[in-house]
C-alpha cells in the first residue's frame, strides 16, 4: 500500500486543507461580524436584539455538534476527501441562502444548515495534513491550515467595514463553490487505505465510549478547547453590551473581532513553530493558556476603567492561538479508524459548547442578579479551570506514530 509522506508543508493536502479552513472561518464569523445589523434590518432592537442573536449563535452551533458527528463517521468510513468536498458544497448553498432570509425562523433553519456544513472542513482537513506528512513535519503543515483559518476569520471581520451583510454572505458562498472547483485533485492518505484493511470498526461513535480510557481522552481534547469559545462566542461578541454597561462609548465590534482574530493567527503561528523547536506539544498548551487568561484578566479589569479593550481582544486572542497545537495533539490521541470522528467532533463540541455556556451565563446572571460582565466573569472561572485540569493530565502526543488503529 503507498503510504508516501510529504516532509514539506508546501503540499497539495495542505494546501487544500488550508484554503477550506480559510473559507470555513470566514463563513463562521460572519454571523458574529453582522449580528447587530442584520437583526436589526429584521426589526429587532435591545434586549430582544441581544437574546435573538445568542439564540441563533445557539442554533448555528447546534448544527456544527451534529454536522460534527455526521461528517467524522462519514469521514473515518468513507475517506477524509469525500467530507472536504459535501461540507464546502453544503455551507456554500447555506450561506447563498442566508442573504436572502427576511424573518428570525427561516435565519435560524438557514445558520443551522451552514453549522452543519461547517462542521467537517477542520478536522477532515487537519487529518488529511497529519496522515499526509512524516512525524516530523506534520507540525509545520497543522500550522499553516491554522493560521490560514485564522487569516479567514480577519477577513471576515474586514468584510464587515466595507460590505453589507447580504451581499458578504451570498459573497462567501460563491467563493466556496470556487474553492471546490480547486480541489478536485486532494487525494485520500495512504494511511486510511491501509486502516481499511485493519480495521472493520472505522467512524463508529459508539466505539469512543466502549472504552473507559478512550472516553475521558475525549471529554478531555473536548475541554481543552471550550475557552477559545468562551473568549470570541461570547466575550468579543457581547463586547457591544459589555461596553454599554461600563459607559464605553463608540466601541467597534468588527475591530475588536479583527484583532482578536489577528491574534490568534499570530498564535498559531508562534505556538505551532515553538511546539515544532521544543518537541512537546503540552508545554505549549499551558503556555499559550496562560497567555489568554491573562489577557481575560486584563480585558475585564479595561472595561472598568477605559477602553483599552483593543488591545486586550489581542491579547486574548494571541492566548488562544493553540488552536493549532490543541487540534493538533487531539487527532494524535486516536486511531486512523476514529480519528476524523473525533477531530471533528471535537472541534465542534468545543465550538458548541456555546450553546451551553449561553444559558449558564444568563442563569448566573438572572439568579444572582449580576449584570453581563459578572456573569461572564464566573462562566470564564470555570471553563479555564476545566481546560487546565485537562491539559496537566493528558499525556504529549509529539512525535507520536499515527498508523494505528483503536480496538
Known amino acids: 500500500m503507498d503510504k508516501k509522506l510529504y516532509h514539506s508543508p508546501f503540499n497539495i493536502a495542505v494546501l487544500a486543507a488550508g484554503l477550506g479552513f480559510f473559507i470555513d472561518a470566514f463563513d463562521l464569523f460572519l454571523f458574529n461580524v453582522y449580528r447587530i445589523p442584520s437583526l436589526k434590518e429584521l426589526g429587532l432592537n435591545g434586549d430582544a436584539l441581544t437574546r435573538t442573536g445568542e439564540y441563533l449563535l445557539s442554533v448555528q452551533m447546534l448544527g456544527m455538534m451534529i454536522g460534527g458527528i455526521l461528517s467524522g463517521v462519514i469521514a473515518d468510513k468513507k475517506g477524509r476527501v469525500t467530507v472536504l468536498f459535501g461540507s ?130 475525549y471529554f478531555a481534547c473536548i475541554l481543552m478547547g471550550v475557552p477559545i469559545w468562551y473568549s470570541v462566542g461570547l466575550l468579543i461578541t457581547l463586547s457591544p453590551e459589555l461596553a454599554k454597561e461600563h459607559n464605553i462609548e463608540f466601541l467597534k465590534l468588527g475591530l ?8 490568534i493567527t499570530t498564535g498559531d503561528l508562534t505556538s505551532g513553530i515553538i511546539s515544532q523547536w521544543i518537541k512537546s506539544r503540552k508545554k505549549v498548551l499551558l503556555i499559550f493558556m496562560i497567555i489568554a487568561i491573562i489577557g481575560t484578566i486584563l480585558h475585564f479589569y479595561q472595561l472598568y476603567q477605559s477602553s483599552a479593550i483593543y488591545f486586550t481582544s489581542f491579547l486574548m486572542g494571541l492566548g488562544c492561538g493553540y488552536l493549532s497545537v490543541f487540534v493538533t495533539t487531539t487527532s494524535e490521541h486516536f486511531g486512523t479508524n476514529l480519528r476524523v470522528t473525533v477531530t471533528a467532533t471535537v472541534t ?51 512525535g507520536k506514530d499515527l498508523d494505528f488503529v483503536e480496538a
Not at 92 to 118: K, P
Request: with cysteine; glycine share 12%; proline share 2%.
Open 256 to 263: 475588536c473581532f479583527i484583532l482578536f482574530q489577528t491574534g
Open 88 to 217: 464546502i458544497l453544503l455551507y456554500s448553498i447555506a450561506n447563498i441562502a442566508n442573504g436572502f432570509v427576511h424573518d428570525v425562523n427561516t435565519y435560524a433553519i438557514v445558520r443551522f444548515l451552514a453549522g452543519v456544513g461547517l462542521a467537517g472542513e477542520l478536522g477532515a482537513g487537519i487529518t488529511l495534513v497529519g496522515e499526509s506528512m512524516s512525524i516530523e513535519k506534520r507540525g509545520y503543515g497543522t500550522i499553516l491550515v491554522a493560521t490560514l483559518g485564522g487569516l479567514g476569520a480577519v477577513s471576515a471581520g474586514l468584510a464587515g467595514d466595507f460590505l453589507p451583510w447580504r451581499t458578504a454572505f451570498i459573497t462567501a458562498g460563491i467563493v466556496g463553490f470556487l474553492l471546490l472547483l480547486m480541489r478536485v485533485k486532494s487525494m485520500e492518505t495512504g494511511i486510511f487505505k491501509e486502516s481499511q484493511l485493519k480495521s472493520k470498526a472505522k467512524g463508529s461513535f459508539l466505539l469512543l465510549f466502549s472504552n473507559r480510557q478512550r472516553a475521558f481522552k
Open 348 to 398: 465542534n463540541f468545543m465550538r458548541g459548547a456555546v450553546t451551553i455556556l449561553i444559558p449558564l451565563r444568563i442563569f448566573f446572571q438572572s439568579q444572582f442578579d449580576m449584570n453581563i460582565t459578572g456573569s461572564l466573569i464566573i462562566t470564564g472561572i470555570i471553563i479555564w479551570a476545566l481546560a487546565l485540569t485537562a491539559v496537566l493530565i493528558l499525556p504529549d502526543t509529539y
